[in-house]
């Protein structure tokens, strides 16, 4: 009797089990035709498409999940919530014991003894990235003020909101040493004792959005001592 009721149960929660399973793919479902209505109705709803790529991505549907995206950049290419749920599809992964960051997968890049080289792939645009640290009695003020290296003509400069870091500076350089007049950004991150620099031109790059994403991926929590 005992035998019979354990299977009983089980028989039981097994069928619960599928129950829900189908009304949650009944769900899925639900949710991506009132999607794809709403923005075959409203082409321009931005929001849609964000939402219509995420629940391509609940079914690890990614073919999907970037045609939708790729579709609301070309109508907006600088909406920047959806070009980052495509970065983070698209990109790629460096990680070192020394820093972590995503970069895009048509990117190459080059390892050295003291540097970090990421260069587009029409060779355009690049990024160097060079590590550091400073005294634990240093202050960040005391720090830039010894970073004599100068990368041209000093235009600009400020704190930075960059995530996963304490604090970052930026300097903006004009270079004209090549004949013509190139801008070049300089990005100090500081985590503790810590200090990344990030080197990148020109600044008026179309790939200076794939930099944003970069950044905003930098983790520095296993930078070894």
């Keep these: 009797r005992h035998w019979i009721f354990g299977s009983l149960f089980a028989v039981y929660l097994l069928s619960s089990w599928i129950i829900v399973a189908v009304n949650r793919n009944k769900d899925w479902k639900d949710n991506l035709s009132s999607y794809q209505s709403i923005v075959r109705a409203d082409p321009n709803n931005k929001k849609s498409y964000i939402r219509l790529g995420e629940l391509y991505l609940e079914k690890n549907d990614k073919k999907s999940a970037k045609e939708v995206l790729n579709r609301v950049l070309s109508i907006d290419p600088n909406f920047a919530e959806a070009y980052r749920v495509l970065f983070g599809l698209s990109s790629k992964k460096f ?85 013509s007049e190139l801008n070049k950004m300089q990005f100090f991150l500081f985590k503790k004792d810590r200090v990344v620099e990030f080197r990148v031109w020109p600044s008026d790059s179309k790939f200076m959005r794939d930099f944003d994403e970069i950044l905003r991926s930098v983790k520095l929590d296993e930078i070894a001592r």
């Design 95 to 179: 990680s070192k014991d020394n820093i972590s960051f995503g970069y895009p997968e048509t990117f190459a890049v080059e390892e050295t003894k003291n540097q970090i080289t990421i260069t587009s792939n029409d060779n355009t645009f690049k990024i160097e990235i060079q590590f550091d640290k400073k005294t634990s009695i240093q202050s960040i003020d005391e720090y830039l003020s010894r970073k004599t290296n100068s990368l041209g003509t000093l235009i600009n400069q400020g704190p930075a909101l960059i995530p996963n870091v304490e604090e970052a500076y930026v300097k903006i350089w004009q270079d004209s040493s090549t004949g």
